[in-house]
């Protein structure tokens, strides 16, 4: 196990605890040395952990611990199917859904716990990245927080 692992580890999110494979699209697919992970919700080890509008039916504080959990479940699928977290060069791009109330406006504030998962386990510099945090009116399950996200592969 890298370091990288070990981080993700520390911080609360077991390797086998992360998505399947489905029979409709791939957790990853990769373009030269781009990879791009499906969008992940927040589900540990089969279990949707987070369902609802954010903030009348999910608190700010417990959406932002789902984005972190979607966030782990895309490295968590990086492992599985290449092994390794240290195949990552950087990370390029984040893009955070939340289920939101109409006049909901701190959906930047939820997807930071994607974008400080990130951090903690790629460093400050290889965790750096471009981002997008938007609020839907619904997203897939009912559940709260979607996280997709663009890496850079080593060459």
Do not use: W
């Not at 987070?50 to 039916?57: A, E, F, I, L, T």
Request: proline share 5%; net charge neutral; aromatic share 4%.
């Amino acid at each position: 196990m890298g370091d990288r692992e070990k981080k993700l580890e520390a911080a609360g999110y077991p390797q086998d605890r992360g998505p399947k494979e489905g029979p409709v699209i791939d957790l990853l697919s990769i373009l030269g040395d781009t990879l791009y992970a499906s969008g992940q919700v927040p589900n540990d080890a089969g279990v949707l952990t987070s369902k609802g509008k954010v903030p009348s039916q999910v608190s700010i504080e417990d959406a932002t611990k789902a984005a972190a959990l979607c966030a782990a479940n895309i490295l968590r699928a990086i492992i599985t199917k290449l092994g390794s977290l240290d195949r990552i060069e950087r990370v390029v791009r984040v893009t955070g859904y939340v289920n939101a109330d109409p006049d909901f406006t701190e959906c930047h504030m939820v997807i930071n716990g994607a974008t400080n998962l990130l951090k903690e386990v790629f460093g400050q510099d290889a965790g750096r990245h471009a981002r997008t945090a938007l609020g839907m009116g619904q997203l897939p399950l009912g559940c709260s927080v979607e996280v997709e996200a663009i890496f850079q592969l080593k060459k």
